[in-house]
């Protein structure tokens, strides 16, 4: 006979411990319903009720003293798909709920740790599905006859009709609730939450906090505001009742509702997609690697290619007796090119990646509300918008990401499901892959979601401000700010950008009206620089011009427009060479030779024009500079036309001082030098017996005093400057000695007297 090899020893597990450290990292309130609104969708379901059930029941007949404690106040969920019989079994384990049977693939959280965190509100959670009352004790101190090792009670009232009669207390708080009578099975499940007392909590082994009635209302009551976004990228359920039992009344009454009124065939096998496009086991909402470590018996098919599912949602809502519809456009997609990859790399096998997101926006309601708040507007008053922001993982974390819509994805997601799971500087192995999962999953599936989404979005809503509040911005946390950076490079040739506005634009001789409602793709678009890289002083000005010339500016929100700019997606900016070199290829159809323009070309065109082609140059830094203003026509004219501003090099400045200093007026010069093509020797021969018919004694520009414009105005008024119009600070740049010495710009002095001559004489006479 052997010797007998040691004692029984191994590690043991706790129970009410381990739910202390689940309860511990799981939040408390609506996340609670969130979890039992995701199990109800597993099981597809398409109706979930809750109810505050305030009512007191009888005591007597109850299956143990231990269970009086518990026929107060509780919190009803309820759903209207059955336990299947390996439900009953997951139901029963901590952490590990089946998920990665071929039964379960497809459900996200079904009874896994998320459940227990109905052990925040009670002790005693309990439940009748098809014919079973089940009654979870893991304290192992209520019921009857408990046993430590199975702490819990199932019952089989219909295959024992006798059990309800004897304890008719134990069976009351349910009866009536959807119909529910114990002659037959009941199609459905019905969850009841008894609310730990103060007294209970006093002695709990699993949580020292206490819930009344009034809190557990509170619970309802926001679960009100965010029912309609819960049921966003949910597979099956359609409808969310929230109701109150009060005492002495024969039925809950119904205080809130929420449900899809464009449900069809179709749109139910868009929106449980994902359950018939993948053959993959789905990830624990929370539970990550350690969640998802067991092993299916069968491999998952690899998922390639890509798969979208795209719809409306249209909600109806009745908020005691208040009814309005809301309306979301919803993108989803299955499968991208990396994402795919990392889901079907053997090494991440256990972690049971699935590919799959989406994004929804909220286009508004029948009450005329609308999303008139961005998530970044939301977050700056210290509000959470229920309508945009939010991440979710099939329902909604407390994220916030401040996108201006809701993201879902099978994201990696922290133990508590407080955010989604993040690299951090030293991390390695699964952990680090779970934290590339989740960026990748933004850049490859989400990103091209929005893409659609905004397509949809253009079609409802037009170039609206709603529409254009849509677009994500570059301000945006991590690992949330892929989501911009991915989706902008994916617009591509997509007409999703408009000029509709009603423009001023000068048309030779009149102002016009000129209603544009062109859509453009980023490429083809034109937008204003940033505020903070121009000293534009009147961006209304700049557009009205640059509409003249065809080319109209994209007018929209400042988050679009730093957004398009900063991701570099639109690859025309109105910046100050942009309208520079319009000037040099167009100006003549825009201010022609010799003809006199409107008050509103000279008062405000031109002086901004001069401004706005200053306003990058600093000849402080770099005096070369001034060679980008050669040509440009747009210097106001006291006789009402527009002049042109030529530069000189410096080389050509000096040569052309030469000619001068030969006594010849600068206005001559300045022809004949230009004529020659800067050939001082061939100047000089044009001076003195070259053809000079073309002259017409406008080549230089003067800057005079009033008093002086007063004597030669009428009759050289078509080379004095009308400084008055002009900013003091672009005055002086032209007063400023480098313009008088590389420009045909001059300050008058005596000597420039018989450059005025040709203008009061027919015949030459200098």
């Not at 499940?189 to 509170?218: G, I, M, V, Y």
């Not at 539970?287 to 690899?302: F, L, N, V």
């Not at 990401?401 to 499901?417: A, I, Y």
């Not at 044009?686 to 004597?711: C, H, Q, R, S, T």
Request: with cysteine; net charge neutral.
């Amino acid at each position: 006979m052997s010797k007998s090899f040691g004692v029984d020893f191994g590690q043991k597990v706790d129970l009410t411990a381990s739910i202390r450290g689940i309860l511990r990292n799981y939040p408390e309130g609506t996340a609670i319903l969130k979890e039992l609104v995701q199990n109800a969708d597993d099981a597809k379901a398409r109706t979930v009720k809750f109810c505050v059930d305030l009512r007191t029941h009888g005591q007597i007949t109850l299956a143990g003293p231990g269970l009086s404690g518990f026929q107060g106040p509780a919190l009803l969920a309820y759903n209207d798909a059955k336990f299947s019989e390996n439900d009953f079994i997951s139901i029963q384990r901590i952490g590990d709920s089946m998920k990665k049977t071929e039964e379960t693939k497809d459900k996200i959280g079904r009874f896994g740790i998320g459940f227990n965190a109905v052990y925040h509100w009670t002790d005693l959670p309990s439940f009748i599905s098809s014919k079973y009352l089940v009654l979870l004790d893991p304290s192992a101190k209520f019921l009857p006859d408990i046993n430590p090792s199975n702490p819990g009670k199932m019952v089989g009232f219909l295959d024992d009709p006798e059990i309800v009669k004897t304890y008719r207390d134990q069976f009351a708080p349910y009866e009536g609730f959807e119909g529910l009578e114990y002659s037959k099975e009941f199609n459905g499940t019905l969850f009841r939450l008894p609310l730990r007392s103060t007294a209970q909590a006093e002695s709990s082994l699993l949580s020292k906090r206490s819930l009344s009635r009034d809190d557990a209302l509170e619970i309802l009551g926001t679960l009100k505001t965010e029912a309609t976004a819960m049921l966003l990228f949910l597979k099956c359920v359609e409808r969310i009742d929230l109701l109150v039992w009060s005492e002495g009344e024969e039925a809950p009454r119904v205080t809130f509702s929420c449900g899809l009124t464009n449900s069809n065939a179709k749109l139910r096998e868009l929106r449980s997609f994902i359950n018939s496009s993948t053959q993959t086991s789905a990830p624990k909402l929370g539970g990550g690697a350690a969640a998802t470590a067991t092993a299916t018996a069968k491999e998952p098919e690899p998922i390639r290619g890509s798969k979208t599912a795209d719809y409306q949602l249209v909600i109806s809502c009745d908020d005691n007796g208040e009814k309005y519809t809301e309306t979301w456009e919803i993108c989803n997609q299955l499968g991208g090119d990396a994402v795919n990859q990392i889901a079907n790399h053997k090494d991440n096998s256990l972690l049971r990646l699935v590919p799959w997101a989406g994004v929804a926006a909220f286009i508004g309601d029948s009450r005329g509300q609308a999303i008139v708040e961005s998530a970044v507007s939301a977050a700056a008053s210290g509000a959470k918008s229920t309508k945009s922001g939010l991440a979710y993982c099939f329902l909604p974390l407390p994220v916030f990401t401040k996108l201006p819509v809701m993201v879902n994805g099978f994201f990696e997601l922290s133990s508590n499901r407080r955010d989604v799971w993040q690299a951090g500087p030293d991390m390695t192995g699964d952990g680090r892959t779970r934290a590339e999962w989740n960026v990748q999953l933004i850049r490859d599936v989400i990103a091209p979601c929005y893409a659609r989404l905004l397509v949809r979005l253009k079609a409802a809503l037009g170039w609206s401000l709603n529409y254009q509040q849509f677009w994500p911005s570059v301000d945006l946390p991590s690992p949330w700010d892929n989501v911009t950076n991915s989706t902008f490079p994916l617009l591509g040739s997509s007409q999703l950008l408009s000029s509709d506005s009603s423009l001023e634009c000068y048309r030779r001789s009149n102002l016009t009206k000129l209603f544009q409602s062109s859509w453009f793709d980023c490429k083809s678009a034109l937008v204003l620089p940033l505020v903070s890289s121009s000293a534009a002083p009147d961006p209304t000005i700049l557009t009205t011009f640059l509409a003249f010339f065809n080319q109209p500016v994209i007018q929209c929100i400042p988050s679009l427009h730093e957004a398009l700019v900063k991701t570099k997606s639109v690859t025309q900016i109105a910046t100050p060479d942009f309208v520079r070199g319009l000037l040099l290829a167009k100006s003549a159809s825009f201010f022609p030779n010799d003809v006199q323009m409107e008050e509103y070309v000279i008062e405000r065109i031109c002086p901004f024009l001069l401004k706005y082609c200053l306003s990058d140059i600093n000849l402080k830094i770099n005096q070369n500079d001034i060679s980008k203003l050669n040509g440009l026509r747009l210097l106001p004219l006291l006789n009402g036309t527009v002049g042109s501003l030529n530069v000189f090099s410096a080389e050509q400045a000096q040569q052309l001082e030469q000619i001068c200093s030969m006594g010849f007026s600068i206005t001559k010069s300045i022809f004949a030098f230009k004529k020659s093509g800067y050939n001082l020797n061939q100047a000089l021969e044009l001076i003195n017996g070259g053809d000079m018919k073309d002259f017409n004694n406008a080549e230089v520009l003067i800057l005079a005093e009033d008093n002086v414009n007063e004597v030669f105005t009428p009759g050289a008024s078509k080379i004095l400057i009308n400084k008055a119009v002009l900013d003091v600070n672009d005055v002086e740049v032209l007063y400023s000695t480098l313009f008088q010495l590389r420009s045909n710009i001059r300050t008058f002095t005596p000597g420039l007297i018989k450059d005025f001559f040709k203008f009061y004489f027919t015949k030459e006479s200098y």
